[in-house]
């Protein structure tokens, strides 16, 4: 009599647990997600400054400083395009390019080498504001810069720097930062400035 009641509460037991681990409808048997679980995270939305960036028209830099206008800074040389660079994106900007070069190396053993070179930089931003908070985030750095120079008629934030044969102008036009090099060992830094600054306002 006592094994029979034994059994009968074991075979009770079996039947409260087989209530607990009912299979849900249609045979799924894995757990519902806990309630309050997150929702799948939806992909990110498109970076709202490239999509803006995709609209700009940029500064294309051999159509902005052309032969022409260097023939009217440098009378007695003749530019010819040594290398250029389409505009193209890069990172937060549009990036360009166009190097020039003139005369002829009179020194032996750079017979073949151009006595000037004049390089146009240009890169175009979403908008002048931004080009401006660039050219005066990298202004504290240059004024601790041997040849310093900051050159007031092309803007609060515009700058030259010079060292040995080279002259560089950082300015801001539009929504392009545009820096130009002049490079000759000949003419005093001071000049080759000027020429700079008279190409800028050529532009």
């Not at 799924?28 to 992909?43: F, I, L, N, Q």
């Not at 400083?65 to 395009?81: G, I, R, S």
């Not at 700058?159 to 930062?177: C, I």
Request: hydrophobic share 45%.
């Amino acid at each position: 009599m006592r094994r029979m009641m034994i059994l009968a509460a074991g075979v009770a037991a079996l039947a409260l647990l087989g209530c607990n681990r009912e299979t849900p409808a249609g045979g799924d048997a894995a757990a519902p997600p806990p309630a309050g679980a997150a929702a799948p995270v939806a992909a990110p939305s498109p970076d709202d400054e490239i999509a803006q960036l995709k609209a700009v028209t940029p500064l294309d830099a051999c159509a902005t400083l052309t032969p022409d206008k260097l023939k009217a800074v440098y009378p007695d040389l003749t530019f010819t395009v040594h290398q250029t660079v389409a505009p193209q994106m890069s990172g937060y900007m549009w990036d360009s390019r166009c190097s020039y070069r003139a005369g002829v190396g009179t020194i032996e053993f750079a017979k073949d080498a151009p006595t000037h070179s004049v390089d146009i930089m240009i890169g175009t931003v979403v908008s002048e504001a931004k080009a401006q908070a660039n050219l005066a985030s990298r202004v504290d750095t240059a004024r601790t810069t041997n040849g310093y120079q900051p050159q007031a008629d092309l803007g609060a934030n515009a700058y030259a720097v010079t060292d040995t044969g080279m002259a560089r102008l950082y300015f801001v036009k539009g929504q392009s930062e545009i820096q130009i090099n002049v490079s000759d060992l000949d003419t005093p830094n001071a000049e080759k400035i000027a020429k700079a600054v008279a190409l800028a306002k050529s532009l």
